[in-house]
């Protein structure tokens, strides 16, 4: 018979195992927000699971007819991260992703959700995975403060992006439509569809052009998207953003006004908006 001791230090150590159970003990950190799994679990099974599924491997009852699968949560490969490739987000990426929703995809935006509540489904979603048990999430890339925009700027930025071959996919004029774009799949072999910059005004993983630097400097994990942070230099990156906006001839910005007073970014611009059909679907 186990004396009383002995029991004592049996109910102290299960007690223990319990509270430190992963799926209790998750919790999210968004500024003034900490976020606790359990109450994200809640709201996980009233709005997520139908997508993304009860286990979270992206399998959920409407997956099959959506054309970019709902995010695998248990492999958590991201696509929206400040975090170098390869490496998880932070909880504010997933809090952000869960704000804004995915562009071009079937992830709506939670705009409607409380932050208390986002950073709940951020805390429950890191439960999912082991790789939240045994990584921590990247360190964040520098992101040194936006030069002002000059047309030597910009030209430098389009030679960037023909010396880095985005054209290959992305097409010379930005359409998507690249020699590489038709054949491209992602990490779940589904066909994946370059972005769009003459139609499309918002990114997957936000508006800004801070958010435009990180895009291509952490790469969209899981896709051919990759990422350019080995490659390119921090002011590099910076011409490449404020070119990238040129070939958004159908959304209003410093960069597009300033390329079309010259002859050449005039010529191209008024090019694409009588060729191209911009019909919003990028919006
Ligand atoms: C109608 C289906 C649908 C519902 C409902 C849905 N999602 Fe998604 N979600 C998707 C799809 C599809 C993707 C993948 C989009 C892509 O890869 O471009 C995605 C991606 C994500 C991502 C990954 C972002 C990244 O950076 O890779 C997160 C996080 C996410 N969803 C959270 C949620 C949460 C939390 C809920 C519930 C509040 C939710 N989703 C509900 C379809 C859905
Ligand atoms: C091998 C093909 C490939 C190359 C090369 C490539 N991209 Fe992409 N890019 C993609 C694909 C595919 C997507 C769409 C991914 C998705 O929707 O999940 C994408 C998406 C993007 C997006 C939108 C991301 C978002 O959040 O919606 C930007 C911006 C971008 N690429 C910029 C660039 C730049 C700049 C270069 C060159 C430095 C480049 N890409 C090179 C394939 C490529």
Known sequence: MPTRAQNRFVFVALAFLLAAAPSFAQESHI???T????AGKQLYFRYCWGCHGPRGDGNGENAPYLNILPRNFVAATFKCRSTPTGTLPTDEDLFESIKRGLVNSNMPSWIELTDQQRADLVAYIKTLSPRWQSE???TPIQVPSEPKVNLDGLRRGKEVFTKLECWKCHGQ???GDGPAAASLTDSNNQPI????FESGSRFKCGTTNNDLYKIFMTG???TPMPSFADVIKPDEAWDLVHFLRTLQVTHKSPELTLWQSTKEGAETVKAARTSGTPTGSGN
């Open 35 to 38: 976020g606790h799994a359990e």
């Open 220 to 222: 969209l994990d899981g």
């Open 193 to 196: 569809h370059p972005y769009d």
């Open 173 to 175: 004029e930005g359409r």
């Open 136 to 138: 921590k999430a990247g």
């Open 31 to 33: 500024g003034r927000w």
